[in-house]
C-alpha cells in the first residue's frame, strides 16, 4: 500500500480524494489546506488528518507520494519541498501559468528524480490505448475535435472558473486536454490560430472569459485540426474525429467508443470511461511501488508542451480580438 498526502482540497482535490478512498493499494495519509472550515470538511468526510502547514504535513504523515491540487502559480514551492524529500509528485492540470514557471518545476523534478505525473486522465482512457494502436503507421490528415459543455449556464457553478486571470478560462481548464491527447495520438503542434465570442454570456466583470472559440492547428507533421469549444452548451460532448484515405474514425471521450471504418473495414469498441482518475492514480501508485516511472504516460517535462501548445492558443484568441474589424 501507498502512503498518498493530498495537498488542495477544492473540486479537484475532493474528487481524488473520493477516488483513492476505494483504492485498496492507496492510503491516504494526510490533506493540507489554508482555509480551515474547507479543511474540517473534509477531514470529517474522509476521516483523514487535517494541516495547515504543507511542511508540516510532509515531516508528519510521511507520504510516499503527494497529490497537488492547488493553483498552478504555487507549485514551485510544493514541488520543491516535495521532491527534495524525495517524495514523488501527481501535479494536477495545468502544470503552470508559463512556460518559465513550468521549467522551474521541472528543473526540481529532474535534480531530485522522483516520479512524477501530470493529471491528463485522457491518456488512460482504453478507447485511446486502442486507438493508438490502430492508427499507428496509417496516415491521418485532417482532425476535428469539440469539447462542448454548459458550465457557464450553471447558475451555482463555482464563479472563479469565469475569471480569466484565476482559471485561465476554457482553454486552460478544459481544452488543453484536447491538446494533450491530439499531442499524445498525433504528435508536436506547429502553429494555433483562431477565434472566440460570448454571443450566449456576455462578458462583465464576473466573467471574463470567452464562452465559445474555435482553433485551428497545423502539426509539424502536416496534419490539420480544427477545434471548438463552448462553455454554453446545454449537455456534455467531447469528440476528436480523425480523417484520411485510410480511415474515418471517431472517438468519443464521454462514451469510451472508437467508431468508423479502416480500410474499409468497420471499427467498434466500447470501454468504461469512469475510472480514468482510478487509473491515473493507481499508475501513479504502481510507478511508487515499483520504483518504475514508465507506468506513468504524462510526465511534467512532456506536460509542459501540452501547456505551450495552451499558451500559443490563449495567445491566438487574444489576437483575434484585437484584430477584429470595428
Known amino acids: 500500500m501507498v502512503r498518498i498526502a493530498v495537498v488542495g482540497t477544492g473540486w479537484q482535490g475532493q474528487g481524488h480524494l473520493s477516488t483513492m478512498k476505494n483504492m485498496p493499494e492507496i492510503e491516504v495519509v494526510g490533506v493540507c489546506e489554508l482555509n480551515k472550515e474547507t479543511l474540517l470538511k473534509a477531514v470529517n468526510k474522509f476521516a483523514v488528518k487535517g494541516y495547515t502547514s504543507y511542511v508540516d504535513m510532509l515531516e508528519e504523515s510521511k507520504p510516499e507520494g503527494v497529490v497537488i ?65 490502430l492508427i499507428k503507421g496509417r496516415r491521418i490528415t485532417l482532425v476535428r475535435s469539440a469539447m462542448l459543455d454548459g458550465l457557464a449556464l ?5 464563479r472563479w ?49 470567452e464562452d465559445s472559440f474555435n482553433l485551428s492547428m497545423k502539426y509539424q507533421n502536416g496534419i490539420l485540426q480544427n477545434h ?10 467531447t469528440q476528436i474525429e480523425f480523417i484520411s484515405d485510410q ?60 501547456l505551450d501548445v495552451a499558451l500559443k492558443a490563449s495567445d491566438a484568441l487574444e489576437l483575434s480580438t484585437k484584430n477584429l474589424v470595428k
Not at 501559468?97 to 512524477?116: C, F, H, P
Not at 471548438?228 to 460532448?237: A, G, I, L, N, R
Open 69 to 133: 491540487c492547488t493553483p498552478p502559480e504555487v507549485r514551485e514551492f510544493l514541488v520543491r519541498e516535495a521532491a527534495e524529500r524525495g517524495i514523488h509528485c501527481f501535479i494536477e492540470k495545468p502544470p503552470a501559468k508559463s512556460l518559465e514557471m513550468a521549467q522551474k518545476v521541472e528543473d526540481i523534478l529532474a535534480r531530485t528524480g522522483v516520479i512524477n505525473s501530470v493529471g491528463f486522465m485522457y491518456r488512460y482512457s482504453p478507447a485511446v490505448a486502442y486507438l493508438k494502436e
Open 154 to 158: 450553471r447558475p451555482n457553478w463555482p
Open 161 to 209: 472558473f469565469f475569471n480569466k486571470e484565476i482559471s485561465g478560462g476554457p482553454v486552460f481548464d478544459q481544452a488543453i486536454h484536447i491538446f494533450d491527447l491530439s499531442r499524445y495520438l498525433l504528435g508536436e503542434m506547429e502553429r494555433v490560430t483562431g477565434y472566440q465570442d460570448n454571443l450566449v454570456v456576455p462578458k462583465g466583470e464576473d466573467f471574463t472569459v
Open 228 to 237: 471548438t469549444h463552448t462553455w454554453s452548451y446545454p449537455d456534455v460532448f
Open 247 to 306: 480511415l474515418h474514425l471517431v472517438l468519443d471521450l464521454v462514451n469510451g467508443s472508437v467508431t468508423g471504418k479502416v480500410e474499409g473495414e468497420p471499427i467498434s469498441f466500447q470501454s468504461d470511461e469512469n475510472a480514468l482518475y482510478q487509473r491515473e492514480l493507481a499508475a501513479f501508485a504502481k510507478a511508487i511501488e515499483e520504483k518504475n516511472p514508465s507506468f506513468v504516460l504524462s510526465t511534467y517535462k512532456d506536460s509542459i508542451q501540452s
